[in-house]
C-alpha cells in the first residue's frame, strides 16, 4: 500500500504537466510522456507556466501560515480565478473543456444493454476506486485513532455509486487529492465528504456556469502541492519498511511504485496483490518450526532441536509451530525424524504437540495418516496433545481418529499443559505394557 499510495499520488503529480505548461505531451505511459514534456519546453505556454508557479507559491506559503492554514485551498482557488479573469490572463480554463449547467443531474435509467460491452472496464475501474479507498484509509487514518473497515468503505462506495448510475454519474470512488484538499482544509470524519457534497450540489445550483471560468493551471498547481504532501507523507513509512530490512517487503514496495508509473492502475494492483500472495507463502512455508521438548530430572521441560532419529523406548515429543497452511506440511515433515529407514526405532512414542494449529488442511491429515501407519508398522506409536477441539472434530469427520486412535488424541483444556500432561502419562503406560518395557528410561 505504501508503494501503491505513492505512485498514484506520482501520477496526480505529472498527470498535472497539460495544466502547468499548457502543453500536452506524448506517450505510451508516464514516464514516456514526462520525458516527451521536458524535450518540448519551447511549445510551453509561458502565461500558463507564470500562473502555475504562482499558485503552488501561493499555496505553500498559505499553508505555512497557521490561521490561514485550513483555508489555504479555497483562498488560492478564488483569488487566483478572479485574478486571472479581472486581468484577462490568457490561459486554458474550465469551460474550454467542459460545460457546466446551473442544475444537478436529473434522473435518467441506465442503458441495461451496454452491460456486456462495459463490464470488463466497470471491473477495473472498481478495483482502481476500491485500492485508492484502501490506499487513503492507510494515508489519512482516522483522526480518532480507531481501525477504519474496509468492508465498510466498500459498501459506501458500491451503494454510493449504484445510485448515482441513476442520475447519469461517472463511477468513482476514494480520491487521494480530494481526501488531501478535505484533510488541509481541517475535515476530520466522514462528516466531512457529506458536506463536500451538500456544498457541491449548492455551488452547482448556484455558480454552476462561473466555475467554467476557473483556470486549468490553478486546479493544476494545487494538486501538485497536495500530490507532494501525501509522497512526503509516506517517506516515514517507506524509511520503516527499508529499516526492516524485509527484502520481500522492500521489493513489494519498490515494484508497485515503480509499475504504478508504467502501467495502468488496475494491472498494478493485480501486480500488488500477487506480489502480496507470494510474500504471504514464502512467509507461511518459513513460519514452520520443530523443536524438540526433552524432560527432565525435577520435572521441568527443556526445548531442543529436534534429534536427527528416533529414540527406541522412549517418549519422543516434538512441539510444531506452524501447520494451518498446506505449504508448511513439507517443511515440518522434513524436520520431523522418520518413522522408517535410517531414523527408525522400535516401541517409541512419538507425541506431537499441535497447540498453535487451530485448522488443519487436508494435506497435513494424510501426512499425520501416514506417519501414524508408518510408526505403527515399526511397533511404534503416535499420540497428538494439546489439538484445537474443533481440529479434533476435524479429524474425526475425516477418518484420521480411526488410524491413530482416539484414545491417544489429547485436546487442548484451559490450563497450561495439561494435555501435555496426560499424553505424557498415556505414553509412559503404554511404554509399560510393550515387551521390552524393562528396557525404557522414560526419557
Not at 462495459?118 to 484509509?137: E, F, K, P, R
Not at 507523507?233 to 519498490?254: E, H, K, Q
Request: proline share 4%.
Amino acid at each position: 500500500m505504501t508503494g501503491f499510495v505513492a505512485g498514484a499520488s506520482w501520477l496526480i503529480i505529472t498527470g498535472q504537466e497539460h495544466h502547468l505548461t499548457g502543453y500536452a505531451p506524448q506517450g505510451a505511459n508516464q514516464i514516456e510522456k514526462s520525458i516527451n514534456w521536458l524535450q518540448n519546453i519551447n511549445q510551453w505556454d509561458k502565461t500558463t507556466v507564470v500562473v502555475s508557479i504562482a499558485v503552488i507559491v501561493f499555496m505553500v506559503v498559505l499553508k505555512r501560515i497557521r490561521p490561514l492554514e485550513k483555508f489555504a485551498p479555497i483562498i488560492v482557488l478564488l483569488v487566483a480565478t478572479v485574478v486571472v479573469n479581472l486581468l484577462k490572463i490568457q490561459t486554458e480554463l474550465v469551460g474550454d473543456i467542459a460545460t457546466i449547467p446551473n442544475s444537478l443531474p436529473s434522473f435518467m435509467l441506465p442503458n441495461f444493454s451496454l452491460i456486456p460491452q462495459l463490464a470488463l472496464g466497470s471491473i477495473s475501474v472498481a478495483l482502481v476506486a476500491l485500492a485508492q479507498g484502501a490506499g487513503i484509509s492507510t494515508a489519512v487514518p482516522n483522526p480518532d485513532g480507531s481501525k477504519a473497515s474496509q468492508s465498510r468503505d466498500f459498501l459506501g462506495e458500491g451503494l454510493g455509486n449504484l445510485a448515482g448510475s441513476f442520475f447519469q454519474s461517472m463511477g468513482t470512488g476514494g480520491s487521494l487529492s480530494r481526501t488531501g484538499i478535505s484533510t488541509g482544509a481541517g475535515a476530520n470524519s466522514r462528516l466531512g465528504g457529506v458536506f463536500a457534497g451538500l456544498w457541491l450540489g449548492l455551488i452547482l445550483l448556484l455558480f454552476g456556469s462561473q466555475a467554467e471560468k476557473v483556470p486549468l493551471a490553478v486546479i493544476g498547481g494545487m494538486l501538485v502541492v497536495i500530490g507532494v504532501e501525501l509522497i512526503m507523507a509516506r517517506v516515514p513509512s517507506a524509511r520503516l519498511v527499508f529499516s526492516t530490512r524485509a527484502w520481500g517487503s522492500i521489493a513489494a514496495m519498490t515494484i508497485t511504485f515503480v509499475s504504478a508509473v508504467f502501467i495502468p492502475l488496475q494491472y498494478t494492483i493485480f501486480l500488488g496483490a500477487a506480489l502480496s500472495l507470494g510474500l504471504y507463502l514464502v512467509a507461511s512455508s518459513q513460519k514452520a518450526r520443530v523443536q524438540q521438548a526433552v524432560r527432565l530430572e525435577d520435572g521441568g521441560w527443556e526445548m531442543r532441536e529436534p534429534a536427527k532419529a528416533l529414540k527406541s523406548n522412549a517418549v519422543n515429543i516434538f512441539v510444531i509451530q506452524g501447520l494451518d497452511f498446506f505449504a508448511e506440511v513439507p517443511t515440518l515433515e522434513g524436520q520431523i525424524p522418520a518413522a522408517h529407514g535410517a531414523t527408525a526405532a522400535s516401541n517409541a512414542v512419538v507425541a506431537l504437540v499441535l497447540r498453535d494449529m487451530q485448522k488443519i488442511t487436508s494435506t497435513a491429515i494424510r501426512w499425520l495418516e501416514r506417519y501414524a501407519k508408518d510408526l505403527k508398522a515399526n511397533d511404534c506409536l503416535l499420540i497428538l496433545a494439546d489439538v484445537n477441539p474443533m481440529v479434533v472434530d476435524v479429524m474425526k469427520k475425516s477418518g484420521l481418529l480411526d488410524v491413530i486412535g482416539e484414545q491417544n488424541v489429547f485436546p487442548a483444556t484451559p490450563r497450561v499443559l495439561e494435555a501435555e500432561e496426560h499424553a505424557w502419562e498415556a505414553a509412559q503406560q503404554w511404554l509399560k505394557q510393550r515387551p521390552s518395557a524393562a528396557d525404557a528410561d522414560g526419557s
